[in-house]
Structure formats: structure tokens, C-alpha cells
């Protein structure tokens, strides 16, 4: 099969099932559509383990927006995605992974600066280009500006989403 997108009808996936998507040999995945899917912690896991199963080298686009993604799951998907990043003492072979969004989940600060610290760590051997982290108000001015800091050692990043993730508690 040539090259694929995970893409498909708005229903829950559950673990077992993500798995033996991505345990399929046939296919070459390069755009993974999973927004909008109910995903939390515990499925994000079963993604990353399905990645770790040869999808890394071909997946260019994973979204995983609309979802109840957490710190917890976002520390994991950043062990998995990023090469150099540390999470846990766990250590990751590269990712062909370019644009990542987690638009409106459960991402807070701890989340953000998974995400910063991995950004800093793989400026050259997996440069992540576009991010997109926008209407997790958890996150907060303070994430926001652990994020700021991890670019600065990565130029590669082409694009940064950040709207609404600041939110002052009383508007």
C-alpha cells in the first residue's frame, strides 16, 4: 500500500483497536487524523505504543485536537515523538513527525513544558515545524512562556498556536 491517513468517522477507538491499526505492515502512514475521538491519558498511550511499532518513520501530521488529552499523556507523547527528550528514562529512536496539534484538550503548564523541553532537545535531529496548543487555558501564561523559551533553540518552528491558553480565570 502507498502512503496513508488515519482518518475516518468521529467514534471512539479504543486501545486494543489502536493497536491493531497501527501494528498493520502493510501501510505507510503519514497523516493521522484522531481528533475529536474522547481520547484521555490511556488511549494516548496505546498511540504511542502503536507508534513505536515503525510508524514514527513515516508519520509527517498527527492531530490529535479536540480530545481530553492531559500533562500525563502529553509528557508520553513527547518521550515517544521526540528523540531526545527524557521522560521517565525512557529514550526515543527519531520521528518524522512535523506538525503536531493538540488544539482544545487538557493540556496545563507540566504539559507545556513537556513540550518545551522536547522542542529545545530535538532542534536539529527531529525538528518539530508547526504546533498547535491552542484553547488549552490550562496552560497558562506561565506554559505559555516555558514554550517561548524552549524556541529559542529551535529555529526550525515555522508555526506556534497559542490562542487561548492564557485566560484569566474570571472572563
Known sequence: LGPQRLLGPQRL?????????????????????LGGRGFGDVEIAA????????????LGRLDLSNNHIGDAGVDLLCATLFPNHR????????????????RRNAVGVEGARAL??????????AP??????SE??????????????????????R?????????EENS
Open 87 to 102: 521522560s521517565g528514562g525512557v529514550t526515543t529512536t527519531a520521528s518524522a513527525v512535523r506538525s503536531l496539534s493538540l
Open 159 to 167: 508555526r506556534l498556536v497559542l490562542r487561548d491558553v492564557a485566560r
Open 13 to 33: 477507538l479504543g486501545p486494543q483497536r489502536l493497536l491493531g491499526f497501527f501494528s498493520d505492515d502493510g501501510l505507510d502512514l503519514v497523516d493521522a487524523d
Open 47 to 58: 498511540v504511542c505504543l502503536g507508534l513505536t511499532c515503525g510508524r514514527l518513520a513515516t
Open 128 to 133: 518539530l515545524l508547526e504546533l498547535d496548543l
Open 136 to 157: 488549552n487555558p490550562r496552560v497558562g501564561a506561565e506554559g505559555a512562556a516555558a514554550l517561548f523559551r524552549g524556541l529559542r533553540t529551535n529555529p526550525p518552528l
Open 116 to 125: 518545551a523541553k522536547a522542542i529545545a532537545a530535538n532542534s536539529h535531529a
